[in-house]
């Protein structure tokens, strides 16, 4: 089982990025199971934020209050792919962003944050830099 995380980089306050992360060795939605798909992000010196999650059966997204607005969840079932879409970046933004997976819902709004052994599955992650 693998999540792979990419699209990250180095992006101007008020620009935007679009993250991905692809799946392998199990499936994100299937007749057998369906998991909540998240993004989480660490900050230098800081816990492991949860960000925001999905859960296509019942067409639900999360995000936390401080990307709420800015950022947008989503999930391609037939490339086994989860998406985040970045905009009006900001320089508190600067983080490495996780995707994870677990068939629970861990957070569900505010500010929230988590352990790894909270989620099934991570992947590697993926630097944002927001910065002028």
């Known amino acids: 089982v693998q999540l792979e995380e990419s699209g990250g980089g180095l992006v101007q306050p008020g620009g935007s990025l679009r993250l991905s992360c692809v799946g392998s060795?199990?499936?994100?939605?299937?007749?057998?199971?369906?998991?909540?798909l998240s993004w989480v992000r660490q900050a230098p010196g800081k816990g492991l934020e949860w960000v925001s999650t999905?859960?296509?059966?019942?067409?639900?997204?999360y995000y936390a209050d401080s990307v709420k607005g800015r950022f947008l969840i989503s999930q391609d079932n037939a490339k086994n792919t989860l998406y985040l879409q970045m905009n009006s970046l900001k320089p508190e933004d600067t983080a490495v962003y996780y995707c994870?997976?677990?068939?629970?819902?861990?957070?569900?709004?505010?500010?929230?944050?988590?352990?790894?052994?909270?989620?099934?599955?991570w992947g590697q992650g993926t630097q944002v830099t927001v910065s002028s």
């Open positions: 994870a997976a677990d068939r629970k819902r861990v957070c569900t709004g505010g500010s929230c944050y988590v352990q790894r052994s909270d989620f099934d599955y």
């Open positions: 060795g199990f499936t994100f939605s299937s007749h057998y199971s369906v998991y909540y």
């Open positions: 999905i859960y296509t059966p019942a067409s639900n997204t």
